[in-house]
């Protein structure tokens, strides 16, 4: 399973020991302005360069506005920028019927998608039909709105194995879910830098370890 960093803010890419490898990073205009960036082109064209000089592999980013004429003239440029530092870019559309005709401009300069905010299995056949690479479900919000997620998430892998988009699952919000969607065969993962940090260690895995330690104290005095 493939692991993004839901971040903008590139000093917080560098992750310490006990950390898994991670493939790249995802962005949205939200993150952006977290990160106290515009979101504009430059801004996107700095974050490819720094995915880059972090060496990381992909970089996700999301399209402001379903203005095709902007996504024709933004794609060109970031597809130049991805090119040149050897970037896998991967451009993120709401997976919503307002975003079709840009949807359908970026898919026709080659371009791999992922339809973000995916919450039914309607909108799944759909992406399926659009031939998206990836759909990206907000899980949080889902079971924030009292939905039972788990459907939903056998069905986005089944339809993975099928060769249809890849499951990637945002809004993480505990190290169970985590284990679950694993289990489950998901194809990636996109998480804040401050659950992989947190989630590194355990304090089960702490009390072992000085469990271990008194006893090698111990067995020295017999």
């Not at 992909?58 to 794609?75: F, K, T």
């Not at 090119?83 to 026709?108: F, G, M, Y």
């Amino acid at each position: 399973m493939k692991v993004f960093l839901d971040s903008a803010v590139a000093s917080s890419w560098a992750l310490p020991a006990g950390c898994p490898p991670v493939q790249g990073v995802t962005t949205n205009p939200t993150l952006v302005l977290q990160a106290g960036l515009p979101v504009s082109l430059p801004s996107y064209q700095n974050l490819l360069r720094a995915v880059s000089d972090a060496g990381l592999a992909e970089l996700m980013l999301q399209l402001p506005r379903p203005d095709v004429g902007e996504a024709r003239q933004w794609l060109e440029v970031l597809q130049a920028t991805a090119s040149e530092r050897n970037v896998r870019l991967t451009i993120k559309l709401p997976c919503h019927p307002d975003w079709l005709e840009c949807i359908q401009a970026v898919q026709a300069q080659n371009q791999a998608i992922l339809l973000t905010g995916l919450s039914n299995p309607v909108q799944l056949l759909w992406a399926q039909g659009l031939k998206a690479q990836y759909v990206a479900p907000y899980i949080g919000r889902l079971v924030a709105d009292g939905r039972d997620v788990w459907p939903l998430m056998q069905a986005c892998v089944q339809v993975q194995k099928e060769g249809g988009p890849a499951l990637l699952a945002a809004s993480i919000k505990s190290p169970e879910v985590l284990s679950q969607l694993m289990a489950y065969g998901t194809a990636a993962v996109t998480l804040p830098p401050a659950s992989l940090l947190a989630w590194a260690g355990d304090a089960l895995t702490d009390a072992a370890m000085a469990q271990f330690e008194r006893d090698v104290l111990a067995s020295l005095s017999l």
